[in-house]
């Protein structure tokens, strides 16, 4: 880095982008994502952080945190850029975004937030927990495929964009795992062998809510 842009970066707040979700599995949209955010926004750092207990997903089986948290780990681990943290995983209870900003705050008070999520869920988020005060905890960044349609939010702390690699969902994911076919190249290396090892997303077999 050159002096000039170290000393221009000493005259903002450090930037910390936040990725939440519930990485079930991690694929290669959520780390083209989070690389493609952070280069718009010029952040320092994204933090993963790995859903607890997602009170949005009760109607589906969610496999393990500790295994989740794990694969993101994997995922993350070539970039130096990426961090993972384990404040929703380690909370009681279900899983709030308002928890994990609070947290977050409270851990980095020096820090600007930049919280990176779903267009689709950005246009529900006005009936998530505590929704007034998100808006003064982070700006929101909303990500979607090409073409898709986003959802409209009049505000200045909340930014659009289209990310190619957002087209890969985590559903597939699993349905691929589960029906037999290969998902090289939709998820990290690593992550493909991990979910090989414990045989996640395998029809019953798979360690799935704390239980295996």
């Not at 700006?139 to 087209?167: I, K, Q, W, Y």
Request: glycine residues 6%; hydrophobic residues 40%; negative net charge.
């Amino acid at each position: 880095m050159s002096s000039r842009l170290a000393a221009e970066r000493t005259d903002r707040p450090f930037r910390l982008g936040v990725m939440g979700g519930t990485f079930d599995p991690i694929h290669h949209g959520h780390l083209v994502a989070a690389s493609e955010v952070a280069s718009v926004f010029d952040l320092d750092e994204v933090v993963f952080v790995p859903t607890g207990t997602p009170w949005q997903k009760s109607d589906r089986e969610v496999a393990e945190a500790e295994h989740r948290y794990l694969m993101t780990v994997i995922a993350t681990a070539a970039n130096p850029r990426f961090t993972v943290s384990r404040v929703d995983i380690d909370r009681p209870g279900p899983t709030y975004t308002i928890d994990t900003l609070r947290d977050l705050r409270a851990q980095r008070p020096d820090a600007e937030l930049f919280f990176i999520t779903g267009a689709d869920a950005m246009a529900k988020i006005m009936s998530w927990k505590d929704a007034e005060e998100l808006w003064t905890l982070a700006h929101f960044v909303g990500v979607t495929r090409p073409g898709h349609e986003l959802p409209m939010l009049d505000r200045n702390d909340v930014s659009l964009m289209e990310v190619p690699a957002m087209a890969i969902s985590s559903t597939d994911c699993r349905e691929r795992v589960r029906t037999g076919h290969p998902v090289w190249y939709l998820v990290p290396d690593g992550v493909v062998q991990y979910i090989g090892k414990y045989k996640l997303y395998n029809d019953k077999n798979y360690a799935v809510n704390g239980q295996k």
